[in-house]
Each structure stands twice: as C-alpha cells, then as structure tokens.
Nanobody
Framework: VQLQASGGGLVQVGGSLRLSCAAS????????MGWFRQAPGKEREFVAV????????????YYADSVKDRFTISRDNGKKRAYLQMSSLKPEDTAMYFC???????????????????WGQGTLVTVSS
C-alpha cells in the first residue's frame, strides 16, 4: 500500500486541523493505520494508531500521552483513508506529521518504534503562538 498525507498548515494556538492519509493499492481494512511526527532537531515520535478492522484487536486505538484528549484518529476503509483530527493545538505540536500502515504490527506496540510496512511523505503542521 502507498500512503499520502495531507492537511497540514499554519494554525494558531488552540486551533484545529484535520490530517488525512490517503492509501492507494490494496484495501486498508487489514492494516493498522497511524501517525507519527518529527519536530525539528528531535526524533520521530508516535502520535496515534487505529488497528485493523477484523480480528480480536480490531479497531483498538492508542494515543501518545501528549495528545490524548486532544487528537482523534479515525478511518474510512471505503475511502481508503485515515484521519487525525487535532484540536487545542499547542506550539509543541509543531512538527512534520507522517502516516504509516502495517498489516501485522499491532497498534499497541507502535509507541516502541517498530519497523512498519508503509510510510507516507510528511505534512507540516505549524502552531503559532
């Protein structure tokens, strides 16, 4: 599967943005879909993931503590898209955001930096104070 992220931009503190991750190729229903970010001079960090759509762990969602209660991840398998709704944005949310997908690695382990199957190019989010 190939991924393309979009929706980034410049937003003021407290504002909102919705990122979109469009997939091409095979169906995404068997893929965990998620987001990472990388701020200038910092390492890439996990943001959020939503598991595949069938099986024992279907649909489970995990967030980084830093974005919990502010960001919401969702997916639309029919449109082959995953979304990241970001609200109450802070300057520390400024980063390049990358979407990722994997058919095997359960979302519960994504915060440990696993090697994932597919990555999209980044979309830049800048939060101004």
């Amino acid at each position: 599967v190939q991924l393309q992220a979009s929706g980034g931009g410049l937003v003021q503190v407290g504002g909102s943005l919705r990122l979109s991750c469009a997939a091409s190729g095979r169906s995404i229903s068997d893929y965990a879909m998620g987001w990472f970010r990388q701020a200038p001079g910092k390492e890439r960090e996990f943001v959020a993931v939503i598991n595949w759509s069938s099986g024992a762990t279907a649909g489970r969602i995990y967030y980084a503590d830093s974005v919990k209660d502010r960001f919401t991840i969702s997916r639309d398998n029919g449109k082959k898209r995953a979304y990241l709704q970001m609200s109450s944005l802070k300057p520390e949310d400024t980063a390049m955001y990358f979407c990722a997908a994997d058919p095997i690695v359960d979302g519960v382990t994504w915060n440990r930096g696993p090697d994932l199957d597919a990555w999209g190019q980044g979309t830049l989010v800048t939060v101004s104070s």
